[in-house]
């Protein structure tokens, strides 16, 4: 500011010191906007680490532990047809299963039971009949009380069902076939 006749920066009515350009003003804004976006700034550093999990787990959280949920009861029912060579009838001979992977599993079985719901109403001529078929025709052994797919998680299921009935049956080989004598 330049001092006028008297030697005194002009001022308004107040008696306030007013500013000679618009030039001083656009930098005290400039000024002013640089510190808000430097603030801003700062503070996402400040809180993103602990925001961005918590965001996560709120968007995703529950497709991720359905996702464990779904897993561990196609590994339940794999490792139960594989010592018992039939489809489990209940919750409850699960259980013994659930002992025996121990550590290896992420929810409890009554956690499971509230995330997931699994078929029990096979009998042993479907389980037989599944474990015959070509993988034709689409099964729901286990699904999520959520509503997401487990279609992935079936076919595993069918799968595990074609290896414990095929190794169940007695192979076409020469030594079986008929009319073969062994010596």
Not at 119 to 127: G, K, M, R, T, V
Not at 150 to 171: F, L, Q, Y
Request: hydrophobic share 35%; proline share 4%.
């Amino acid at each position: 500011m330049t001092p006028n006749d008297n030697g005194v920066a002009p001022s308004d009515s107040r008696g306030e010191v007013r500013s000679e350009s618009g030039e001083s003003r656009r930098s005290r804004r400039l000024g002013v906007y640089l510190l808000v976006v430097v603030g801003l700034v700062s503070l996402l550093v400040l809180v993103t680490p602990r925001f961005v999990p918590v965001l996560f787990n709120c968007i995703y959280g529950n497709r991720i532990a359905d996702a464990y949920a779904a897993m561990q009861a196609a590994d339940l029912l794999h490792h139960f047809m594989a010592r018992h060579k039939r489809w489990p009838r209940n919750w409850s001979e699960l259980r013994e299963t659930q002992d025996y992977l121990g550590g290896h599993a992420t929810f409890s079985l009554d956690e499971l039971q509230e995330r997931v719901s699994i078929n029990f109403d096979i009998s042993q001529e479907e389980f037989r009949e599944i474990g015959r078929s070509h993988g034709d025709g689409k099964r729901d052994f286990i699904r999520l009380r959520s509503g997401r797919s487990t279609d992935h998680w079936n076919e595993g299921i069918a799968d595990g069902i074609r290896i414990v009935v095929n190794a169940a049956t007695p192979t076409n080989s020469p030594a079986n076939a008929k009319g073969h004598e062994s010596n």
